[in-house]
């Protein structure tokens, strides 16, 4: 059974860091292409960042700089390092795996970026 869990969001300030982390099983996490997206109340969900098998990466345009994505295949882990926060990217987040046709998704979990 595939599963994605997804933890570490929470209540920021703005200006201020998360970390988030999607703990993957049931899959060969190291042939499958992982992403981060997010979906705002009112908005359709919109890619953040992926990481393909090889490492490389891509980034929407308005996190770019401020996020890094990065992948522990020993882990079967990808994290998402949010840093500079704005109050816009408030959101639920949500883990995605990918291979060919085959996607996945996890539960999401909510980032709240409010002072």
């Known amino acids: 059974q595939v599963q994605l869990v997804e933890s570490g969001g929470g209540l920021v300030q703005p200006g201020g860091s998360l970390r988030l982390s999607c703990v993957a099983s049931g899959i060969g996490f190291g042939d499958y292409a992982m992403g981060w997206y997010r979906q705002a109340p009112g908005k359709l969900r919109e890619l953040v960042a992926n990481i393909n098998m090889y490492g490389s990466t891509n980034y929407a345009d308005s996190v770019r700089g401020r996020f890094t994505i990065s992948r522990d295949n020993a882990k079967n882990t990808v994290y998402l390092q949010m840093n500079s926060l704005k109050t816009e990217d408030t959101a639920v987040y949500y883990c995605?795996?990918?291979?060919?046709?085959?996607?996945?998704w996890g539960q999401g979990t909510q980032v709240t970026v409010s002072s």
């Open positions: 995605n795996s990918r291979r060919g046709i085959i996607s996945r």
